[in-house]
Antibody
Framework: EVQLLEAGGGLAQPGGSLRLSCAAS????????MSWVRQAPGKGLEWVSI????????YYADSVKGRFTISRDNFQNTLYLQMNSLRAEDTAIYSC??????????????WGQGTLVAVSS | EIVLTQSPGTLSLSPGERATLSCRAS??????LAWYQQKAGQAPRLLIY???SRATGIPDRFSGSGSGTDFTLTISRLEPEDFAVYYC?????????FGQGTKVEIK
C-alpha cells in the first residue's frame, strides 16, 4: 500500500524558513518522480514543485521559484521541501504526491494528507 | 503558464442524475489532462488521466473526453459518494496547473 506521510509544518514568521519532509513507503521510491502541492484554507489546489526519480531535474511554480527548494533522499525514501523567505500567502496545507509511471508526462496518483504551514507575525 | 478554467463553479444535482463538468485551457495541453475528486478533509483522488483513461479502481460511471483546449468530465449517474469538488489539472508543461474547481452539491 502506497503511503505518504508529511511532517515539518508549523507556524513561521514572514521571512522565515521551514523544511518539510515526506516519508514514502509501499513502492520503489527512486523509480517515481514526486511533487509538492499546496492548498490554502478554503481554496483550490496549487502545484508547487516536482523532482525526477533520480533527483537531477526539478521544476517550480513561479510563485515559489528562488525561495523553495525540492530535494530527495532515495536511501531514506524521503522527499523534502526547503521553504525560505516565507510570505503570508504561503500559508497552506502542503501535500506530497507521487507522480504516476504512465510513460512520458504523467499526473500525480497518490497524495499524502498534508502538513499545515502558517506564516504570520 | 497555462490557465485552466472550470465551469460551472457549482453544480446542483440529485442522486441518479448526470453531471457534466467542463475544463478549458488557455492553450493546447494535447491530452495531458487529469481530473481529481476531493472530499472535505481528504486528499485528492485521481479519477482520469490522459484526458480519457480511468485510474485504477475508478468506477465506469466516470468518463473523460476532449483534447487540445476543451475537456469534459461526465458522471453518468450520481451516487451519494460523488458529491465533492472536482479539479482538472494539466501536466504536459511546467508549471503544472489546476483549474479552480467545480463543486457538485446535492440539490
Amino acid at each position: 500500500e502506497v503511503q505518504l506521510l508529511e511532517a515539518g509544518g508549523g507556524l513561521a514568521q514572514p521571512g522565515g524558513s521551514l523544511r518539510l519532509s515526506c516519508a514514502a513507503s509501499g513502492f520503489t521510491f527512486s523509480s517515481y518522480a514526486m511533487s509538492w502541492v499546496r492548498q490554502a484554507p478554503g481554496k483550490g489546489l496549487e502545484w508547487v514543485s516536482i523532482i525526477s526519480g533520480g533527483g537531477d531535474r526539478t521544476y517550480y511554480a513561479d510563485s515559489v521559484k528562488g525561495r523553495f527548494t525540492i530535494s530527495r533522499d532515495n536511501f531514506q525514501n524521503t522527499l523534502y521541501l526547503q521553504m525560505n523567505s516565507l510570505r503570508a500567502e504561503d500559508t497552506a496545507i502542503y501535500s506530497c504526491a507521487r507522480v504516476q509511471n504512465c510513460g512520458g508526462a504523467c499526473p500525480e496518483d497518490y497524495w499524502g494528507q498534508g502538513t499545515l504551514v502558517a506564516v504570520s507575525s | 503558464e497555462i490557465v485552466l478554467t472550470q465551469s460551472p463553479g457549482t453544480l446542483s444535482l440529485s442522486p441518479g442524475e448526470r453531471a457534466t463538468l467542463s475544463c478549458r485551457a488557455s492553450q493546447s495541453v494535447s491530452s495531458y489532462l487529469a481530473w481529481y475528486q476531493q472530499k472535505a478533509g481528504q486528499a485528492p483522488r485521481l479519477l482520469i488521466y490522459g484526458a480519457s483513461s480511468r485510474a485504477t479502481g475508478i468506477p465506469d460511471r466516470f468518463s473523460g473526453s476532449g483534447s487540445g483546449t476543451d475537456f469534459t468530465l461526465t458522471i453518468s449517474r450520481l451516487e451519494p459518494e460523488d458529491f465533492a469538488v472536482y479539479y482538472c489539472q494539466q501536466y504536459g508543461s511546467s508549471p503544472r496547473t489546476f483549474g479552480q474547481g467545480t463543486k457538485v452539491e446535492i440539490k
